[in-house]
């Protein structure tokens, strides 16, 4: 329990083949010391280097924060201890994501691997990894050692690399060529590569690959167009040592990758708290909000909540406390009258002995719309949110779905919000409560619907229904 709350607390705060961390799409300036969040989508393409696949693809939303020092790239997220001309020494972690399963490329029609599929019965799964990387900036580029290990006991394997990059930029263009060798340890290479004893069949004899390497070299384009929306395109080739197509479950050693991404930069409202530059941490005094909720646990789905079936059923009498403090980012998202937020939040779930009971950890945007024509006399307010969720176990519920439906779960999934309230004070003529506000919201866990690797491909979710208070604190 105590490892479930500090791993939910670490990511909140912070808050395939051939794949790792999604950075790998460098869709982020190196240099971007902006201060600003970003929120986007992502989606790749790429050829499989397993026996009986030929090319997997993933959608991803994107999540960034570009600091001075904390820094987020959707799965990378970390500090910049140092930061000059010349050097570089940032400290991360990184979700590296290499998995596959038995639905893995079926995913969208819930079919399984065939029994005859060299991968079938096989499962390796996405690990979380604790990075260093030191970079040497020059004018020919940016030279870098980077070292990660595995800190979750996934595999326990580590992997160096060796990185170059140089950005050439023109107006809202920025051209960035790049290359990258790695290498593999015996246990990370093992892990991906390998066959255990207990996996091995007739077709598929044990196999341990040992150390590994591979080369990678790229073409990155980055526009920036109307200062806030970013585009970025990345075209990559990656060859695997040749030692690896030993492997029954290898069937190829080089990998052709495209990324294509988009997000949006929330950086039109930055109110410093003092004569000082803006920070999103420690100088600003944008709007914030806390908010106290509880509900329950449904077998109701998200669209037909929202069509008003508000209920508990199915939920085996699951209950959810949560938390949630948000910052304004925007007044006008997409230069529209709706505001734009940013929401950490940690809920406690109530099992009601189904399994032990867990904390659940939550890191969203959410968009806020208040300006409706009666708002003059009872202020209401309707918003969407989206973002991670982190559960220290996979909710009761969750696991019934999947053993009914013979698909994967996840703690990590996608998290949606639908909220709906208005003013306590306008309610009751208390002028003193007028920035209290109390409503209704839904805690919608998903893994959108299998598209997404990050989220192990898992087809389904749940949801909470849920009262709140939310208190409202002007800037």
């Not at 971007?32 to 693809?57: L, P």
């Not at 938390?323 to 009258?337: A, K």
């Not at 189904?354 to 959410?366: C, I, M, R």
């Not at 909710?395 to 919000?417: I, T, V």
Request: aromatic share 14%; charged share 25%; with cysteine.
């Amino acid at each position: 329990m105590l490892r479930h709350f500090a791993l939910v607390l670490f990511v909140t705060t912070l808050a395939c083949a051939g794949a790792t961390a999604f950075n790998d799409a460098r869709q982020l300036d190196p240099e971007d010391r902006s201060g600003n969040w970003s929120t986007g989508v992502a989606y790749s393409w790429q050829t499989s280097i397993y026996a009986g696949e030929k090319d997997r693809t993933d959608f991803m939303p994107t999540f960034v924060y570009t600091g001075e020092r904390l820094f987020l790239d959707t799965t990378d997220f970390g500090w910049h201890a140092v930061d000059n001309e010349r050097w570089q020494l940032d400290v991360f972690g990184s979700y590296f994501i290499q998995g596959y399963n038995d639905h893995t490329f079926f995913s969208a029609t819930g079919e399984v691997r065939d029994e005859d599929d060299p991968l079938k019965g096989m499962e390796r799964k996405n690990t979380f990894e604790g990075a260093v990387e030191l970079t040497r900036k020059t004018s020919l580029g940016r030279f870098g050692v980077e070292f990660r290990h595995d800190v979750t006991g996934m595999h326990d394997g580590a992997e160096l690399r060796l990185n170059w990059a140089r950005v050439l930029r023109s107006g809202p263009w920025q051209i960035e060529p790049w290359a990258q060798y790695r290498y593999l340890s015996s246990e990370k290479a093992d892990y991906y590569f390998g066959v255990r004893e207990d996996e091995a069949t007739a077709v598929r004899p044990v196999f341990e690959v040992g150390g590994s390497s591979a080369w990678a070299a790229g073409l990155a384009a980055r526009y920036t167009a109307w200062r806030q929306h970013h585009f970025a395109a990345n075209l990559s080739y990656q060859s695997f040592s040749g030692e690896i197509l030993e492997s029954p479950v290898i069937a190829d050693t080089t990998v052709a990758r495209i990324d294509l991404s988009y997000r949006y930069e929330f950086d039109d409202l930055r109110l410093p708290r003092r004569g000082d530059d803006f920070n999103f941490f420690s100088n600003n005094r944008n709007a914030t909000m806390l908010r106290v909720a509880y509900g329950c646990t449904t077998a109701t789905k998200f669209n037909a909540i929202l069509r008003g079936e508000f209920n508990c059923d199915g939920g085996g009498g699951s209950r959810l406390l949560s938390v949630y403090s948000s910052r304004q980012l925007t007044e006008t998202l997409f230069t529209l009258p709706i505001e734009g937020w940013l929401s950490a939040g940690l809920a406690y779930r109530d099992e009601n002995g189904q399994q032990d009971n867990f904390l659940e950890g939550v890191l969203a945007y959410k968009a806020l719309f208040r300006r409706f024509p009666w708002s003059q006399r009872v202020e209401t307010r309707i918003g969407l949110g989206h973002g991670f969720s982190y559960a220290g176990s996979v909710p009761a519920l969750e696991q019934q779905k999947a053993e009914e439906k013979n698909r994967r779960k996840s703690r990590l999934l996608h998290y949606l919000e639908f909220s709906l309230d208005v003013s306590t004070g306008d309610l009751l003529g208390v002028d003193s409560l007028r920035n209290l506000f109390f409503g209704f919201y839904v805690h919608h866990r998903s893994g959108i619907f299998a598209n997404a690797d990050i989220y192990d491909n898992v087809y389904g979710g749940t949801n909470v229904n849920a009262l709140y208070f939310e208190w409202e604190f002007g800037s």
